[in-house]
């Protein structure tokens, strides 16, 4: 087991550490690698270095820790609800965090106290306040949680949420509107580190929670009373994935949006390639979910000419049939 | 006999479960199990019959400590079930659900490793010696050759009997089985109640079997007990508990209830509604 854990992440970490290194070369200006990482030529005066460090390495950085941490928390919804069509966008979660974040910017909350900033703050709100929702409706019908029930209250709840996005969005000013339709776009340019930095540390605490919790997911995939004969204290557990699925939700959105797909379609690759283990799975998504972002967002930067679609279309391309394929694979 | 290594059980009294006078309600309307006492005796298999809603899966979960009980007490090895931790007490014992499903694609060996959770800390890897002990109940219960199969692809039986590994890689001494033929055809009924009847012989493996199939219980089971609205209707041998009388009152049926003379098990022929 422990070999294999070990070359999963060597093998997606190598991956990922080449998105990473790769992707800040390519754009309208051509650089070089070798002088980017040049030391012997002053920053200053280090054209390549600084398109590389300042002008695209902050949009790759955002990318891959975006990329992670919704593909960490679709594979956690996935585990929880025992159902592989769940993940941020399908039950509402990336919806609701989207209001919470509009909320914020809608009525100029944006503060930050200790270090904090309120738009991280309110993502997470509104994410576990969605996924309470659909939560607390899968547990009133445990004894045969219907798929289709849960991802009806998913639509039904991403309606709801995404009008009350709309509406915000229309009564806030004209300034308000444009960062705000931007935002649901889902984009990765964020700026600098300063704004990475902001959603780094509820990310680091959401993958902190979801990383001591594979074995667990594993059991409860299984059923929660099988779990429980196994010796899980399920209702923990279970508490513990919805903060942590929740927070890492959040956090990714505040920073790049509500991308969608990445939440469904990584953990469904990383199980196709590494099998159903999350001591594998989870940090196979995490480092696939980042490179994955990354190639999106170098694709929605370089490939469609003079327009740059924001990322999350470049997402949903792919991500949309890849679901129609998964509905399609299960009806069989 | 067990030359294996599967984990074994500290050997005390020849009482390894015991029920005393247990209560239990899932609310105030309706109280689902009245004073039942049930003792379990190490190496025995006991059956649990009873209609639908009589009490049996109420019973094993609180066996199983997943439900308390509201007046009573059960004892495992002489300690109060509510002493011991979740894990201290999937150490053992372990429960075979009458299905199993998983959401995603783990192989019949990874169903079977999960057994050894609650030997394992929290972010503790199985190590040679869990690889071992869980191919060794494969290799119990006839699984051995789809180690590597997703467990998703196996038939009904073939699943069943890697639950059963599952279970014996987590407690091999003491299973609570509910009603694990239910969803199985003939053929893979004939194989779990032969497996069961196997470790009980070569392991002295100790088993609660809930079952609906009469003929199945009178011919695994040593001792039978017989719920009714939640009451002890009666216990004991076969013999003694598996009367005409009996399953007129446990189900409303006229039974004729004979030796089968090939097998020399009690057989169970229901002759029609009692009146």
């Known amino acids: 087991m422990r070999r294999r854990i070990v070359a999963t992440v060597a093998g997606f970490g190598v991956l990922a550490a080449a998105a990473v290194l790769l992707a800040p070369l390519a754009g309208s200006t051509t650089i070089s690698l070798s002088r980017a990482f040049d030391r012997s030529i002053p920053f200053a005066d280090n054209v390549d270095a600084q398109v590389f460090f300042v002008a695209r390495l902050p949009r790759v950085v955002a990318a891959a820790l975006v990329g992670a941490a919704f593909a960490l928390a679709g594979a956690v919804f996935q585990a929880l609800l025992r159902n592989p069509l769940a993940s941020p966008d399908t039950l509402g979660v990336s919806a609701g965090a989207t209001l919470g974040a509009i909320l914020v910017i809608a009525f100029h909350l944006d503060i930050s106290a200790f270090g904090v900033s309120s738009i991280p703050v309110a993502s997470f709100a509104g994410s576990l306040g969605a996924f309470g929702i659909i939560y607390a409706l899968s547990i009133a019908r445990r004894r045969g949680t219907s798929t289709t029930v849960l991802l009806l209250a998913g639509v039904a709840l991403t309606a709801l949420l995404s009008a009350l996005n709309r509406f915000v969005t229309l009564i806030a000013d004209f300034t308000d509107t444009f960062r705000s339709v931007r935002w649901m776009m889902g984009a990765l340019d964020v700026g600098g580190y300063r704004e990475i930095m902001a959603a780094l540390a509820p990310m680091l605490v959401a993958f902190a929670i979801i990383f001591s919790l594979p074995r667990v997911l594993d059991l409860v995939s299984l059923g929660s009373e099988a779990a429980e004969f196994r010796g899980v204290d399920v209702k923990r557990a279970e508490r513990l994935a919805l903060v942590g699925a929740s927070l890492s939700t959040g956090a990714a959105v505040s920073l790049g949006g509500p991308i969608p797909f990445v939440g469904i379609i990584v953990p469904h690759i990383v199980r196709l390639m590494v099998g159903a283990d999350h001591r594998v799975v989870l940090p196979a998504s995490a480092l696939f979910g980042a490179a994955f972002l990354i190639v999106c967002d170098l694709a929605a930067r370089t490939l469609f000419g003079p327009v740059e679609p924001p990322v999350g279309t470049v997402t949903a391309l792919i991500g949309g049939p890849f679901f129609l394929w998964l509905l399609f694979k299960r009806q069989r | ?275």
Do not use: W
């Not at chain 2, 199983?64 to 014992?93: H, K, M, Q, W």
């Open chain 2, 1 to 275: 006999m067990n030359t294996t290594a599967l984990p074994a059980a500290p050997a005390t009294s020849d009482v390894i479960l015991k029920a005393t006078a247990v209560s239990f309600a899932y609310d105030r309307a309706r109280t689902v199990l009245e004073a039942v006492s049930v003792t379990l005796r190490r190496g025995t298999i006991l059956g649990l019959l009873g209609p639908n809603g009589s009490g049996k899966t109420t019973l094993l979960r609180l066996f199983a400590g997943t439900l308390v009980p509201a007046r009573g007490e059960i004892t495992i090895d002489g300690a109060r079930l509510d002493s011991l931790s979740r894990r201290a007490l999937a150490r053992r014992l372990a429960i075979v659900p009458q299905e199993t499903h998983s959401a995603f694609d783990f192989s019949a060996l990874e169903i079977v490793l999960m057994g050894r959770y609650p030997h394992l800390g929290p972010l503790e890897l199985e190590g040679a010696d869990d690889v071992a002990i869980a191919r060794e109940a494969m290799r119990a219960t006839g699984t051995r050759g789809m180690e590597s199969r997703p467990f998703a692809t196996l038939s009904g039986g073939e699943k069943q009997r890697v639950v059963i590994a599952s279970a014996l890689a987590q407690a091999s001494d003491l299973l609570l089985l509910d009603e694990p033929t239910a969803s199985l055809d003939l053929g893979y009924q004939f194989d779990v109640a032969n497996l069961l009847r196997r470790l009980n012989r070569e392991r002295a493996t100790t088993m609660i079997v809930s079952t609906h199939d009469l003929n199945l219980a009178s011919a695994l089971c040593s001792e039978l007990v017989l719920l009714k609205g939640g009451r002890v209707l009666a216990q004991g041998t076969v013999e003694a508990v598996l009367t005409p009388a009996n399953l007129r009152a446990l189900y409303g049926i006229e039974a004729d209830v004979s030796v089968h003379a090939r097998t020399g098990h009690m057989t169970v022929v229901p002759l029609g509604r009692a009146e």
